[in-house]
């Protein structure tokens, strides 16, 4: 019986060797496999059509400037009844909104919230792939407050000569001259004015109010209301007044945080090896931006049904290090809670009060 035994389990590892000796040596042919059905998938129907008429927002970059492997600069992406719009564009954005297969070619607006350079970075290379992702014959609207024509105006020089290789390379078919660039639509706005109705069409509203992040101004958040559906996206700012206002009875906060507790470590870390300058710009930066603990106080005082922390300061490369970040977060706002990453995406579905949650970037492979 033990004899037995043992042959058929000697019998059955022979068998998963050889499987394994088998799957290694067609490994390029099976690698090849999963890639073409990726090419399929990433070349085929993007996902605004698959989403439910309502407020979708995705998280197309949930870092800040300071490197991290996980995540890339500040982006929304704000899905309203079949349009796309985009809040701010962080270094490596536009890569992850085609991996989320939200078509750079189908925005139909980007947004600015203000003009530090993480949030500005890839201007440019949205333009282009808006241009050249679909032989866009109009360019990019931007809206921004004023200085924003400024940003644009840069981006449309440096990229001039690119415009000019892309049409003589493929053709004014595939690349209609007319289709480069960006329009700018910059807005006025003061340090304690009024709101700014900045989109009024199709249902779907966009409002723009001022935020606290001096000594950078002009500096806004914005506010989507479509279907019944709230969303505000905070900007970069410290614990602002005016957030928690126009965060009244949302249903999703998007807000940016920093935890000063693991920035301090950072901070230490930068004395340590004598990098004073380092270590100077990691104590400046607690004065302009918000802890999750004073997010979470905003949302629960805006009554608010969900807070998606974004901008997320330090990196936190795994999510053990969530708790950290959070301190008493979830003891302050007892409405859901998460850290977000590149690819979180939450859906407010028109009407009613139904939250869905996801993430667009998990099994691009
Ligand atoms: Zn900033
Ligand atoms: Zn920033």
């Not at 040596?25 to 496999?33: C, K, N, V």
């Not at 931007?142 to 644009?152: D, R």
């Amino acid at each position: 019986m033990v004899r037995a035994g043992r042959r058929w389990m000697l019998g059955a590892l022979a068998l998963v060797l050889a499987a394994g000796l088998c799957a290694w040596l067609a490994r390029g042919p099976i690698a090849e496999a999963i890639m073409a059905r990726a090419y399929d998938r990433a070349l085929g129907p993007d996902r605004i059509a698959a989403l439910p008429d309502g407020l979708t927002v995705a998280l197309c970059g949930s870092g800040s400037p300071l490197p991290d492997p996980t995540r890339a600069g500040p982006c929304a992406a704000v899905v309203a009844g079949g349009r796309l719009f985009v809040v701010d564009v962080g270094p490596g954005s536009v890569k992850n909104l085609q991996l989320m297969r939200l078509p750079p070619a189908k925005v139909a607006g980007l947004l600015i919230t203000h003009f530090h350079s993480d949030h500005i970075a890839e201007v440019g290379e949205l333009m282009l792939q808006h241009w050249g992702g679909g032989a866009a014959t109009a360019p990019l609207p931007v809206y921004g407050p004023s200085g924003v024509e400024v940003v644009v105006a840069g981006f449309q020089q440096a990229y001039g000569q690119d415009r000019d290789y892309r049409i003589a390379h493929h053709g004014p078919k595939v690349m209609p001259p007319s289709g480069f660039g960006a329009t700018v639509h910059p807005f006025a706005i003061s340090r304690s004015g009024p709101d700014v109705t900045v989109i009024d069409d199709g249902g779907l509203k966009v409002i723009a109010f001022p935020v606290d992040h001096g000594p950078v101004r002009p500096a806004v958040g914005y506010l989507f209301i479509y279907k019944g559906r709230r969303a505000v996206i905070s900007g970069d700012t410290s614990a602002s007044p005016r957030v928690e206002a126009e965060a009244g009875g949302a249903d999703l906060l998007v807000h940016e945080a920093l935890a000063p507790n693991l920035v301090a470590k950072q901070r230490e870390a930068a004395l340590r090896h004598g990098r004073a300058n380092a270590a100077a710009i990691l104590h400046d930066i607690l004065s302009y931006h918000t802890t999750p603990e004073q997010a979470a106080g905003i949302a629960a005082r805006a009554h608010v049904r969900m807070l998606l922390f974004t901008h997320v300061i330090p990196p936190l490369p795994f999510s053990a290090l969530d708790g950290p970040y959070l301190g008493r977060s979830r003891q302050i706002f007892s409405g859901t809670v998460q850290v977000g990453r590149d690819g979180d995406f939450v859906t407010l579905p028109a009407r009613g009060r139904d939250i869905r949650r996801g993430n667009l970037l998990r099994g691009v492979l």
